[in-house]
């Protein structure tokens, strides 16, 4: 602890509680430590407050923004949340603030209001704390997690001490960093009345995801119902009841279409007989399937799996497969759009030589593709056929068109063409004030001075930068840098493109960016690369910000309001 040495309590337990008091991770800012006094630490409760989202009340806190506030530092470093969930936590935000037109730029004096736990509105499960409400401390200079727990609960054992921590960390599952407390970061702790001590959870293991390859873990003669969905998704009947005759060269075959189904698409005029039990025997199937006959059969053995039947199926009924190992694209306006399925087939060709291409998956709830991307891929000549697995939750209600992404307005902003333009935007999306055609009077020697003109002026990491748009002489820049501490940055913009004008400037403002592809998936779940959206550009993550020049087509942009991404187009 900064000041007066370290806790005395502390020093007595560091052979065997290395977690707490190896590195006691204290509160920033610390203050010289006053003579200890008895225990009068106890949990403030913050006034429980709910505002509503998508029609739920979501229990949050109102904070007012300080100095160097951002949501990244709230979310991710204070309360430890998931950053690989950071896009989607500015959505849940900008909803709950409806004044708050940039979740991701914060102005100093505004009052925003946090949610507790948002990876509950994710719909990703937290912890309850059983009985007794949770409350939230805040913390204060010299905090750290043993003193607040010894404090609060009187816990001295080392049994007990891990206990304890045990169900803190539960109540706060996004923390990861236990050795590091911010000074008014809100911890959530069990409520009055509950001890510290208590039985720790079985770990429970996660449900398996649903991917890309879940028909080849599904037995086929077990799951002759979703196997009928799928048939039906593409179109297909499956005939029951009554009898299927085929003439052979013997006589004539009545198949009772109870006990073997026959699937016929319609389009193609083809059926094919299922033998779901591997009853027929060899030799009737080859007179079945002979030239006189023609009608296919698919026996389904005993260990057959749910992919290969239905791959059997769709090969017989006039659809071709299409090559699993390598996604179909669609290339928009500079964006690529990747799709990927358990089954991909073109469809039977129709009249005109047209052919539809088909992907066909199996999904949950959490890998559903949203109906605006699906409704895009078919105006591009691809149908996208998901089938719900039985037993699992059924996906939430979509959201009112009010709500939905492409009903918000173009989220796609544009900034000028001008070079000077551009850089004032950037600038100014950064928050940076800065003066143009801003006039100097620098010494070069004694006696001899020079009037000179920088085209952009601001402070950044503690000094002046000027802004050149035009060649500079050595002998100016050396007077600028050493006599008025200007860092002078030259930008030829008669050799500089746009995209290399935004390379400089962000390198400048210490951004480790690249103009490269970056990738999107447009699913959450298991089976991310189902579909994947592509596009290049400058991406700031901590700003949830993408550059690019490309155009990005409207049928696609609702994914990055999900995202809670702003797109700026350069041009």
């Not at 030589?353 to 109906?371: E, S």
């Amino acid at each position: 602890m900064a000041g007066g040495g370290p806790d005395p309590p502390c020093l007595a337990l560091a052979a065997s509680l290395t977690l707490f008091c190896a590195a006691p991770g204290f509160a920033q800012e610390p203050r010289a430590r006053a003579p200890e006094e008895p225990a009068q630490l106890r949990l403030r409760k913050t006034p429980s407050k709910t505002r509503d989202y998508r029609g739920k009340a979501v229990e949050g806190e109102e904070r007012v923004v300080k100095q160097g506030d951002s949501l990244w530092r709230i979310l991710i470093e204070e309360k430890g949340l998931s950053d690989k969930r950071f896009n989607r936590y500015l959505v849940i935000v900008g909803g709950l603030n409806p004044n708050l037109k940039k979740p991701d730029v914060l102005q100093v004096g505004q009052t925003i209001f946090i949610p507790i736990r948002p990876d509950e509105i994710l719909g990703i499960e937290v912890p309850s704390t059983a009985k007794g409400e949770a409350k939230i401390y805040r913390v204060k200079q010299g905090d750290y997690l043993f003193k607040i727990l010894r404090e609060e609960f009187g816990i001295r054992g080392k049994s007990e001490i891990r206990g304890a921590f045990d169900e803190v960390k539960q109540l706060n599952p996004g923390k990861k960093n236990w050795n590091v407390l911010f000074v008014g970061e809100g911890i959530l702790f069990p409520g009055a009345g509950r001890t510290a001590a208590m039985p720790r959870p079985e770990p429970v293991k996660p449900p398996e995801g649903v991917g890309l390859d879940h028909g080849r873990k599904l037995a086929a003669q077990e799951n002759l119902p979703l196997l009928e969905q799928v048939m039906a998704a593409l179109g297909n009947e499956t005939q029951r009841g009554g009898e299927e005759v085929v003439g052979i060269q013997e006589g004539t075959v009545r198949i009772d279409r109870d006990s073997y189904p026959v699937i016929r698409n319609p389009k193609a005029d083809q059926k094919v007989i299922l033998d779901a039990s591997g009853k027929i025997p060899a030799s009737l199937k080859s007179k079945l399937e002979s030239p006189g006959s023609a009608t296919p059969v698919v026996s389904v053995k005993k260990g057959d799996t749910l992919h290969d039947t239905v791959s059997s199926l769709l090969a017989r009924l006039g659809y071709q497969s299409l090559p699993a190992n390598r996604p179909v694209e669609v290339r928009d306006g500079g964006v690529g759009v990747q799709v990927k399925g358990e089954w991909m087939v073109a469809g039977p060709e129709e009249s005109g030589g047209k052919q539809d291409v088909i992907i066909i998956n199996l999904t949950d709830a959490a890998g559903r593709t949203p109906d605006y991307l699906r409704d895009y891929l078919s105006l591009k000549g691809m149908s996208l056929k998901e089938i719900m697995l039985p037993g699992l939750p059924l996906p939430m209600a979509p959201p009112s068109p009010a709500g939905r992404p492409e009903a918000s307005g173009n989220p796609i902003e544009t900034w000028p063409r001008d070079k000077g333009a551009l850089t004032d935007a950037l600038l100014k999306s950064y928050g940076i004030d800065f003066t143009s055609a801003h006039q100097i009077s620098v010494a070069l020697r004694e006696g001899i001075r020079l009037e000179t003109k920088v085209d952009r002026l601001f402070e950044f990491g503690g000094g002046k930068v000027a802004l050149v748009f035009r060649a500079v002489g050595d002998e100016t820049r050396k007077a600028l840098q050493e006599r008025e501490k200007i860092r002078v940055v030259e930008l030829d913009f008669a050799s500089l493109s746009s995209r290399d004008l935004l390379s400089r400037l962000l390198n400048l403002l210490g951004e480790k960016t690249s103009y490269r592809e970056h990738r999107f998936s447009a699913v959450e779940g298991t089976a991310k690369d189902k579909m994947v959206v592509s596009v290049a550009g400058f991406l700031l993550s901590g700003r949830s910000l993408l550059l690019t020049d490309r155009e990005v087509p409207k049928g696609v942009q609702g994914l990055f309001v999900e995202k809670g991404l702003r797109v700026v187009r350069f041009q």
